[in-house]
């Protein structure tokens, strides 16, 4: 089956540092990933996402590369703000029948002043 | 304004006692779902309703059951809720169940206690 690994948090950092939050999948075929965050208290909206290799998503400063080759999709910012603090997920959608949507554990991040 | 309602928001319960939770849409999305979210789990998929009266179980189904009867609504039902239920629940929509690239649009979430 298809599963999303993402690296383990939390992740802590200082404001204006460099973010990378690191996700390799497993699928079968080609899917579409995704990056959704979740701000404290409040459900997930899509980030960023990219449907085919060589793609890249972009959005509020952040951004990650289909990667076929490594089957990844790495998320950075160059430089992290206080208001980034929330729970980032990586997400793939499978070309099945139906919009199968599978989501990693989640990486907390905190940034502080 | 687009979005996801979800009620309640917050629900402590006992062991047995049927409860409902509602979830409704106002975009016209074919698609909606129902996911739970658990540390250290992340969120897994309960069911689903790829349009009215179309209905099917995702990777946790036991325990639950929804209905799709409206193309708004899509209410889970929790008939003998047990502890092992105690989660927090997100209901989800999307424009269609078949397309790769519709994004997914969430509510904000029912933190459900089951004592």
């Known amino acids: 089956g298809n599963s999303v690994t993402q690296m383990e948090g939390p992740v802590t950092l200082s404001e204006e540092a460099f973010l990378t939050i690191n996700c390799t999948y497993t699928a079968t075929g080609y899917p579409s990933l995704f990056w959704y965050v979740q701000y404290p208290g409040e459900g997930l909206q899509l980030l960023l996402k990219a449907t085919k290799a060589d793609d890249k998503g972009s959005n509020k400063g952040f951004e990650a590369t289909y990667r076929k080759e490594t089957t990844s999709f790495h998320l950075e910012k160059g430089s992290v703000q206080v208001s980034d603090s929330a729970v980032y997920f990586c997400a793939l959608s499978d070309r099945g029948g139906y919009q199968k949507v599978t989501f990693g554990t989640g990486t907390k991040l905190q940034v502080i002043p | 304004e687009a979005q996801v309602t979800q009620n309640p928001r917050y629900l402590i319960t006992v062991t047995g006692k049927k409860l409902t939770v509602t979830c409704s849409q106002n975009m016209n999305h074919e698609y909606m779902s129902w996911y739970r979210q658990d540390p250290g789990l992340g969120l897994r998929q309960i069911y689903y309703s790829m349009n009215v009266e179309v209905t099917d179980k995702g990777d946790v189904p036991e325990g639950y059951k929804v209905s799709r009867k409206e193309k708004r609504n899509f209410p889970l039902i929790l008939e003998s809720p047990s502890p092992n239920q105690t989660s927090l629940y997100f209901c989800?929509?999307?424009?269609?169940?078949?397309?790769?690239?519709?994004?997914?649009?969430f509510g904000p979430g029912t933190r459900l206690t089951v004592t």
């Open positions: 989800a929509s999307s424009l269609s169940g078949t397309g790769l690239t519709y994004e997914q649009y």
